[in-house]
């Protein structure tokens, strides 16, 4: 499993203006898992199962936190958080276009990609008179999970054929917040989104003869919360 964490923390004041920030990002591009027939492969495997695998296990964290501040004595406090949590994934159990595989018994290419992701701006700018405080939580995910079979010359399976891609987008939150202190102004704004675009596939592009049963299954699964 891979724990993908950033966490910013902002804190400054004066006895008259307090201005104060925190931006985590929190950015991965191309995060891959792939198990491969290549595109130039011949194989004969002379009766053997051929067995294809690939997983994703991902938990993306990306926090934008304030200071555990004091007394909030300046007169003017002006506090910021920003949370971003950018990521694109593949996972992908292929044999490739072209590929020639004779002489298997069973087949299988199946991929499995789990995702979590959290992203928090808090913001918390204390102020003897007066508090501004944005707050701004953004989720951009994109995930692919591919099970395929390419073109190619048929395929001749003595038993099973199971091509399963299995998406599961575990837990999304995002979440801006904030606690306005000023004892005379209080001005907060808090702005959340997410998008997500999950993709999720089980195909064949040749044909295939197979003397047991054929399975092709694509399943996704998403859990969001704003």
């Known amino acids: 499993k891979s724990d993908l964490k950033t966490e910013a923390v902002s804190g400054a004041g004066s006895s008259m203006v307090g201005v104060a920030g925190a931006l985590a990002l929190n950015r991965i591009q191309n995060h891959q898992n792939q198990a491969l027939i290549k595109d130039d492969a011949s194989l004969n495997v002379d009766g053997a199962n051929v067995h294809l695998k690939a997983e994703t296990d991902v938990n993306h964290v990306a926090k934008a936190l304030p200071k555990k501040a004091g007394d909030g004595s300046a007169q003017l406090g002006i506090g910021a958080s920003v949370a971003v949590?950018?990521?694109?994934?593949?996972?992908?159990?292929?044999?490739?276009?072209?590929?020639?595989?004779?002489?298997a018994k069973d087949l299988s290419l199946k991929d499995a990609s789990e995702t979590d992701w959290e992203?928090?701006?808090?913001?918390?700018?204390?102020?003897?008179?007066?508090?501004?405080?944005?707050?701004?939580?953004?989720?951009?995910?994109?995930?692919?999970?591919?099970?395929?079979?390419?073109?190619?010359?048929?395929?001749?399976?003595?038993?099973?054929?199971?091509?399963?891609?299995?998406?599961?987008?575990?837990?999304?939150?995002?979440?801006a917040k904030g606690d306005m202190a000023g004892s005379e102004v209080g001005i907060g704004t808090s702005f959340a989104m997410v998008d997500m675009n999950d993709e999720t596939t089980a195909t064949t592009a040749r044909s295939i003869t197979a003397k047991g049963n054929a399975t092709l299954k694509a399943t996704s699964k998403t859990d969001t919360n704003t």
Do not use: K, W, Y
Request: no cysteine; proline share 1%.
């Open 85 to 103: 949590n950018n990521g694109t994934s593949t996972t992908r159990a292929e044999m490739e276009d072209g590929a020639s595989l004779t002489g």
């Open 119 to 175: 992203t928090l701006a808090e913001s918390g700018a204390i102020a003897g008179e007066v508090s501004l405080n944005p707050m701004v939580a953004l989720t951009f995910g994109d995930s692919q999970t591919i099970a395929r079979v390419g073109t190619g010359e048929a395929l001749n399976i003595a038993e099973g054929l199971v091509v399963d891609a299995d998406h599961r987008n575990n837990r999304t939150e995002t979440t």
